[in-house]
C-alpha cells in the first residue's frame, strides 16, 4: 500500500522520511513551488525549501528532565531524522535548542531529494478520496496551520465537523550589526547554560514610553478571517498590553534570572533576543509577535534600549493557524475515526510546537508504514512524552478544545505516595523523565522485534 503525504513541513518532512526508513513508497505532496522562476509562497513561508520554520527558531529547553527534554529524548531514540538535522544545526542559545533555520530547511529539503522512496509533487492536493488510478493509499494529512481553503472544507467533508482555528504571529527579526551593544548584554535566565541571549535593560521610564507607544501604535487591518480568537499561549504584544500595564513585565518581557552583571541589579524589564543562524547574523526578538503595521513596529521597536537604530530583516505578521478539533474526529494512532485510511500530524492535529509537531510527524510515519504493511499500529504508551502529547489531543473536553504543547500537566502523574513523600518538584519530575524513558525502550524494543 502507498503512503502519500501533504504537506512538507516539519510533521509532513518527518513523517516522509520516518515512513521511507521503514521500506515505505511514499508520495510527498507540497503546494509551495517554483515555477517559471516565480515562487508560489503561502502568507507565513519565505522559501520553497522542506522544513521551513515560519516563527521562532527555537525547539524548546535542552535541560535535563524537563518535558520538552524529555519529548526529544524519546524521538531522538526513535531516530528522528529532523531532530538529528536540529542538532546539526544547532545555534547558541542557552539551554534552549535553536537552529539556523536556513541550513536546517536546506538539510531537510536535501534529504528528502536524495531519499529514493519519497517522490515529491509541488501541487496542491484538494481531494483526499484514494488514488485516481484506483490504488489503495494511506494519507497522511500535515498540511500545517495554513491548510489551503479547498483541502480544508475536503477535510471537513470527511470529519462531519466544523474546524477550530486561532490565529498565531511572527516575532521581528533585526540585523545584529544595527544593535549598539554599548547599551545591552549578554546573559541567560539564572545564568542556566550559556549566556547567548541579547538582553536589552529597561528602566521603569523606558518600560512606561515604550508601553504607551505601544497603545498608540496603529495596527494593521484586519480582514475578516483574523477576527477570531488567538491562542493563548502566542498572543501579539499589543494583545498582552492592553490587558494591563504590567503584564508585559510578567510576559515576554519578564526580567526576573536576568540581573545585569554591570550595575549587579535587576532591570524594570528586558527584551531577549535570540540567534537567528550560526554567523550570528541576525537576532530574533523572543516573543515579540504583534499585528502592527510595519512603519509603527520600526517607532515603537525602536524605543528599546539597543535597537534604536535597529534595521529590521522581517517584521512581525499575522498569519491563520487552522486545527481540528481532534478530540472528537482522531484517535490515539492519529487515524480519522470517521476514514481510518486517513491520519492527521503536525498542527492540524491540535498541538502547538515545532518540537510537538515533528513528534507528531515521526509518529503519524510510524502509524502509517504499520497501516501499509498490514499490521496494526503499536501506539506509544500513555506513560511517554509522545503517548501523553497524543492521549491529550485525543481525549480532551472537545467543547473547550485548545491546543497544547508538551508539559508535565499532560503526563500520568506520579503515585499519590511517591508524591506525597517527595516534595521537591525537580525530583518529581526527574522520576516521571525516568518512568517515561523506561516505558519508551520497552515499547520500541517490542516494535523492532
Request: proline share 4%; glycine share 6%.
Amino acid at each position: 500500500m502507498k503512503i502519500r503525504i501533504i504537506g512538507g513541513g516539519l510533521a509532513g518532512s518527518e513523517a516522509a522520511l520516518t515512513a521511507a526508513r521503514l521500506g515505505c513508497e511514499v508520495d510527498l505532496y507540497e503546494m509551495r513551488a517554483e515555477i517559471d522562476g516565480q515562487k508560489r509562497l503561502t502568507p507565513a513561508h519565505e522559501s520553497t525549501d522542506f522544513g521551513e520554520l515560519v516563527c521562532s527558531n527555537s525547539l524548546k529547553s535542552e535541560s535535563e528532565n524537563t518535558a520538552p527534554w524529555l519529548l526529544k529524548q524519546e524521538m531522538r531514540r526513535a531516530g528522528s531524522a529532523l531532530l538529528k538535522f536540529a542538532d546539526a544545526t544547532a545555534v547558541p542559545a542557552g539551554h534552549a535548542l535553536a537552529v539556523d533555520r536556513i541550513e536546517f530547511a536546506k538539510r531537510v529539503t536535501a534529504a528528502i531529494e536524495a531519499e529514493p522512496r519519497i517522490h515529491v509533487f509541488r501541487e496542491e492536493v484538494t481531494s483526499l478520496d484514494q488514488d485516481e488510478n484506483g490504488t489503495q493509499c494511506c494519507t497522511i494529512i500535515a498540511s500545517g496551520p495554513l491548510t489551503s481553503e479547498a483541502l480544508s472544507a475536503e477535510l471537513a467533508r470527511l470529519t462531519g465537523a466544523e474546524h477550530l482555528a486561532f490565529y498565531d504571529s511572527i516575532s521581528p527579526i533585526v540585523e545584529a550589526d544595527s544593535i549598539d551593544m554599548d547599551k545591552v548584554y549578554f546573559a541567560a535566565r539564572w545564568d542556566k547554560g550559556t549566556p547567548d541571549y541579547i538582553n536589552c535593560p529597561m528602566s521603569r521610564e523606558e518600560y512606561d514610553r515604550f508601553f504607551d507607544a505601544l497603545l498608540a501604535a496603529e495596527v494593521a487591518e484586519s480582514k475578516e478571517w483574523e477576527k477570531s480568537h488567538y491562542f493563548e499561549g502566542c498572543l501579539p504584544i499589543e494583545v498582552i498590553a492592553s490587558r494591563g500595564r504590567d503584564t508585559l513585565r510578567f510576559g515576554p518581557m519578564k526580567p526576573v534570572g536576568l540581573r545585569d552583571p554591570r550595575t549587579g541589579k535587576t532591570p524594570w524589564a528586558v527584551v531577549q533576543l535570540r540567534k537567528e543562524d550560526l554567523r550570528s547574523s541576525s537576532y530574533n526578538l523572543v516573543g515579540f509577535q504583534n499585528h502592527l503595521k510595519f512603519g509603527a513596529q520600526a517607532e515603537v521597536l525602536r524605543l528599546i534600549p539597543g535597537l534604536e537604530n535597529a534595521k529590521f530583516l522581517r517584521f512581525g505578521q499575522i498569519h491563520r493557524n487552522t486545527y481540528i478539533c481532534a478530540p472528537a474526529v482522531l484517535n490515539e494512532t492519529l487515524q480519522l475515526k470517521t476514514a481510518p485510511e486517513v491520519l492527521v500530524a503536525g498542527q492540524l492535529s491540535g498541538i502547538e510546537g515545532y518540537t510537538e509537531s515533528i513528534a507528531t510527524g515521526l509518529l503519524a510515519g510510524l502509524y502509517a508504514a504499520q497501516i501499509a504493511q498490514g499490521k496494526t499500529p503499536s501506539t506509544a504508551p500513555r506513560i511517554t512524552a509522545l503517548g501523553s502529547l497524543v492521549h491529550y489531543i485525543t481525549h480532551a473536553e472537545a467543547k473547550n478544545f485548545q491546543p497544547a504543547n508538551t508539559t508535565f500537566d499532560l503526563f500520568v502523574p506520579l503515585e499519590e505516595e511517591l508524591r506525597k513523600k517527595i516534595r521537591d518538584k525537580k525530583e518529581r519530575h526527574r522520576l516521571q523523565c525516568e518512568r517515561s524513558l523506561a516505558a519508551f525502550d520497552a515499547w520500541w524494543a517490542e516494535r523492532d522485534q
